[in-house]
């Protein structure tokens, strides 16, 4: 799978949006990409994934760059509950969904603060 | 309804023992998944089931370990003479198409 680049950490206001980048130069026709976050001592949870249209969904929306060399996570309004480590993952995905595991990097640490 | 369940959430272990980490998936899911998580770092491939066939096992880190999941539902990791590298949260996902569905983790302390 490609390989992801993204900042260490992040601040975020709470009420703001936060806008997570994510580096995918090498990433292939027929990757998709993925986000996760985990929440301190908790599992990841899945937040959204795409190929090459913007998604929007209830969690948050992302945008891909026409060239689909980089992506940004968007939460509209952050809140306290969203401080976790946002991981932006490329895979492909096999006949009937994606059946293969996933690689991820080290992430983001998005803080949001009062 | 019911998400992914693992137990135990906290385990210590001393070097040399054996330990057994239990995955409850969600009921349906097809795919089965085990990662290893150290401390400050994202979680590491370990194996993956399709039903009770282990059709991945690439990411296992040694012999001492030991996946299974003879019905198809539930999954077991076996560690055997842990060692102090072996300390870290161990993670089982399932999955009935593209999204995973992780459970809580089980933290594996050696001592």
């Known amino acids: 799978d490609a390989k992801t680049t993204q900042p260490t950490s992040m601040d975020c206001a709470e009420g703001r949006a936060a806008n997570l980048p994510c580096n995918h130069s090498?990433?292939?026709?027929?990757?998709?990409v993925y986000w996760y976050r985990q929440i301190h001592s908790q599992g990841p949870q899945y937040i959204i994934h795409g190929l090459k249209n913007n998604e929007t969904n209830e969690m948050a929306s992302l945008i891909i760059t026409e060239d689909r060399k980089s992506s940004t996570l968007i939460l509209p309004h952050a809140t306290l509950r969203d401080t976790a480590v946002y991981y932006c993952i490329v895979r492909v995905e096999g006949y009937g969904g994606s059946q293969g595991n996933l690689i991820f990097g080290k992430g983001t640490k998005l803080s949001v603060k009062p | 309804g019911a998400g992914v369940s693992q137990s135990p959430r906290y385990k210590v272990a001393k070097r040399g023992q054996d330990v057994a980490l239990r995955c409850d998936p969600i009921s349906g899911h097809v795919s089965l998944f085990w990662y290893q998580q150290a401390l400050g770092q994202g979680p590491e491939f370990l194996t993956y089931f399709q039903n009770e066939a282990q059709l991945d096992k690439s990411g296992l880190p040694s012999d001492r370990f030991f996946a299974e999941r003879p019905e198809g539902s539930v999954s077991t990791l076996k560690i055997q003479r842990t060692q102090q590298e072996d300390s870290a949260v161990y993670l089982c996902?399932?999955?009935?198409?593209?999204?995973?569905?992780f459970g809580p983790g089980t933290r594996l302390t050696v001592t």
């Open positions: 996902a399932s999955s009935l198409s593209r999204e995973q569905y």
């Open positions: 090498t990433i292939s026709g027929n990757e998709y």
